[in-house]
C-alpha cells in the first residue's frame, strides 16, 4: 500500500492522527511513518492532562463565567505580542482562526467523536496584574474526562479503523532523514530503519541502532514530528538571552527524548521557512519525577495561587510572580538570579487542596475515568500521586518547624545554602498579612480573588491561614527545577497548514502541523501562551491540513 500512498504523515502524534483521520474520512490513501514503536501511537499528547483552550462553553456558562470571542481574541493578541512583520504574517491570522475555532466548532467536533469535558473550568496563566497584557482574563482551561490518553483515543480509533480497511498503513520505527523533492515539491520521504523497540514501554527512550534505508513517495508529505523540547543542546541554542537572560546550566524534560527537532532541520534544508525559533514555553515549577519513564523525567507542579515562593537565596519572588500567573516572567526572573532552583513554602492544608500535577499517569482518577475516585479529591487528604511525592519525592521537605523545614531545605540544596533569618522574615511578613482581611500583600488578593470562583473555592485554592499555624502543619518546601516543555516557534504555513518557502511562496506538497508548525503559522502562540492552547492547536492545524488535502488533491 506504501507505494501509492496519497498522503505520506511524518509522525505518529496527536496532529499527525487529527490530518490522518481527516484524509481518510474523504476516503485518502495515507502512510504514516514514525520513528518510534507501535506503543507511542498518540506522541506526548498521550501523557498530557488534556487542558482544553475552549470560549464561552456551556462549562463556562454554568460557573457564572462572563467570556466571548472578543475578550478572548483580546487577551491572546495581548499574550502574542506579535512584533515581526515577516515571521509573525500568518501567526496572526492563525490567532484569529484559531480563537473562531474555540469559541465555535471546536467543542461540538470533539464532542462528536465521543470527547468529554469535567464540568469544572480551570484558570490557567491568570497574567500580569492588568487587564491588558499576558493572561486569561477568566477561567478557559476545560480538562478532558479521560485526560490526554482520552484525546488520542478519539482519533486513534477511527485512524486504526480505517487502517483496517486499507486506508492507513503505519511503519513505525522509520526515522526520516531526508524530503525528497522533485521539481520545486515534495514527493516523498527518505530515511532509516530503526532496530525494534517493540520490548520498550510507552515513553522509554528507544535505541537509534540502524538496520536499513527505505523510500516512500506520494502526492504530498506532512510533516507532524513534535518540537525541541527532549534535545536540551537544541533548547540552549535557539534560547533568546536577550529576552530572557543566560540559558540555564540545569534543566529537566518534560517531554519523552523522541521530542528531539530533526524534522525542523531537515524541512528547513529541504527549502521551509522556519521562523521565530527563539520563541519557547518551559516551566517553572518542575520537580524530579521518583518514578521516572524517560531520561531527566520532569512533572510541573500545577499550583494554586497559595504557596509562598523563594527564590534561591530565600528571598519572595516579586509580584506579581505568584503561582500560576505568568510563565515566563516567572522563568525570566529566576534566570537572572543566577541559579536555576527555586522554592515552594507551604503548609499541608495548601498542598492537600493546592496541587495538581501535569501528566495522564499523574491523574488515575481522571484518566481512567473513575468518578468516586475523582470525587475523593474534595476530600481532606492529598491526593495519592502527590502523597506518593511527598513520601519518595527528592524535591519534597516536610518538617514540624520552621527551622527544621529551612535545615532540610539545605540538606537537599547544600550548593546554595538558605539562611534562617531570611526565610523566617519572608514567612512572618506574610503570615502577618494573612491576618487582615484587607491587605497591601497582592498575592493574598489574588488568592481571595480566586476563592470568589466557586470552582477553585469548592476544589482547587485554600482558605486564608498563617503558614506557622500547627493546626496547618507540617510545614512542607519544594524544590522546584525549570522544566522543558514546547516549541513556540516552527515551520511557517498557511491557514491551509502548507509550508511556504523563506520568500513567502507555496512548497507545493508540504504541509506541516503541531508543534512542529509552531501550533500554526510557525508560532500562532506569539511569545506567550494562555495554556489549554497546545492539544488544540495540534487538533487544528492538523484538522487544517487533513481537510486542505482531501480537497486539493488529484
Not at 486513534?156 to 487502517?163: D, F, G, I, K, T
Not at 502543619?473 to 511556504?500: C, F, M, N, W, Y
Not at 492547536?537 to 482531501?550: E, K, Q
Request: charged share 25%.
Amino acid at each position: 500500500m506504501s507505494d501509492d500512498a496519497d498522503v505520506i504523515v511524518v509522525g505518529a502524534g496527536l496532529a499527525g492522527l487529527v490530518a490522518t483521520y481527516e484524509l481518510t474520512r474523504a476516503g485518502r490513501r495515507v502512510l504514516v511513518v514514525d520513528q518510534e514503536s507501535e506503543a507511542n501511537l498518540g506522541g506526548q499528547a498521550f501523557w498530557s492532562l488534556g487542558g482544553l483552550f475552549l470560549v464561552d462553553s456551556p462549562e463556562q456558562r454554568r460557573a457564572g463565567i462572563k467570556d466571548s470571542p472578543e475578550l478572548a481574541l483580546s487577551d491572546w493578541l495581548d499574550s502574542a505580542g506579535f512584533d515581526r512583520d515577516r515571521e509573525d504574517h500568518w501567526p496572526r491570522q492563525w490567532a484569529q482562526a484559531y480563537v473562531d475555532f474555540a469559541a465555535g466548532e471546536k467543542r461540538r467536533y470533539l464532542h462528536d467523536l465521543g470527547l468529554r469535558l469535567m464540568p469544572t473550568v480551570g484558570w490557567a496563566e491568570r497574567g500580569a496584574g492588568l487587564a491588558t497584557g499576558h493572561g486569561n482574563s477568566v477561567p478557559r482551561f476545560h480538562l478532558t474526562w479521560g485526560t490526554g490518553p482520552e484525546v488520542v483515543r478519539v482519533f486513534a480509533e477511527p485512524v486504526r479503523a480505517a487502517a483496517e480497511r486499507g486506508l492507513v498503513d503505519f511503519r513505525h520505527r522509520h526515522r526520516v532523514d531526508e524530503l525528497i523533492v522533485e521539481d520545486g515539491a515534495a514527493v516523498g520521504v527518505r530515511g532509516s530503519t530503526l532496530a525494534p523497540s517493540d520490548d520498550l514501554p510507552r515513553g522509554v527512550a528507544s535505541g537509534r541502532e540502524t538496520t536499513g534505508e527505505f523510500a516512500f513517495r506520494a502526492q504530498a508529505v506532512v510533516v507532524t514530528s513534535g518540537g525541541i523540547g527532549g534535545n536540551h543542546e537544541l533548547i540552549r541554542e535557539n534560547w533568546p538571552v536577550d529576552r530572557l537572560g543566560p540559558a540555564p546550566k540545569s534543566m529537566i524534560t518534560g517531554v519523552p527524548a523522541s521530542v528531539d527537532g530533526r524534522m525542523l532541520q531537515i524541512t528547513e534544508r529541504a527549502g521551509g521557512s522556519l521562523v521565530n525559533r527563539d520563541r519557547m514555553w518551559h516551566y517553572t515549577e518542575g520537580i524530579k519525577n521518583w518514578d521516572p519513564i524517560w531520561p531527566d523525567h520532569a512533572i510541573r507542579i500545577i499550583p494554586g495561587p497559595s504557596s509562598l515562593w523563594l527564590d534561591a537565596t530565600g528571598r519572595r519572588l516579586p509580584a506579581p510572580l505568584f503561582p500560576g500567573h505568568d510563565t515566563l516572567a516567572t522563568l525570566r526572573h529566576i534566570v537572572h538570579t543566577g541559579h536555576d532552583h527555586t522554592w515552594f513554602v507551604l503548609t499541608r492544608s495548601i498542598v492537600e487542596k493546592e496541587f495538581a500535577l501535569s501528566g495522564s499517569e499523574q491523574n488515575p482518577d481522571i484518566t481512567g475515568k473513575d468518578l468516586k475516585l475523582a470525587l475523593a479529591r474534595v476530600k481532606k487528604g492529598a491526593p495519592g500521586p502527590v502523597q506518593a511525592f511527598l513520601d519518595h519525592g527528592a524535591d519534597f521537605v516536610v518538617r514540624r518547624t520552621l527551622r527544621e523545614l529551612v535545615a532540610g531545605m539545605n540538606a537537599v540544596e547544600p550548593s546554595a545554602p538558605l539562611d534562617y533569618a531570611t526565610v523566617e522574615r519572608e514567612v512572618l511578613a506574610r503570615d502577618r498579612a494573612v491576618a487582615h482581611p484587607y491587605s497591601k500583600d497582592l498575592q493574598l488578593m489574588a488568592v481571595r480573588n480566586a476563592r470568589e470562583y466557586w470552582p477553585d473555592k469548592l476544589t482547587r485554592v485554600a482558605k486564608p491561614h498563617r503558614l506557622l499555624d500547627p493546626a496547618h502543619g507540617p510545614l512542607i518546601a519544594v524544590r522546584l527545577h525549570l522544566l522543558t516543555r514546547k516549541t513556540l516557534g516552527g515551520l511557517e504555513t498557511t491557514l491551509d497548514s502548507q509550508v511556504v518557502r523563506p520568500d513567502g511562496t507555496p512548497f507545493a506538497g508540504l504541509y506541516a502541523a503541531g508543534e512542529v508548525a509552531g501550533f500554526g503559522g510557525g508560532g500562532v502562540h506569539g511569545y506567550n501562551a494562555l495554556e489549554g492552547t497546545f492539544l488544540g492547536g495540534c487538533i487544528f492545524s492538523g484538522r487544517a491540513a487533513g481537510r486542505a488535502l482531501a480537497r486539493d488533491l488529484a
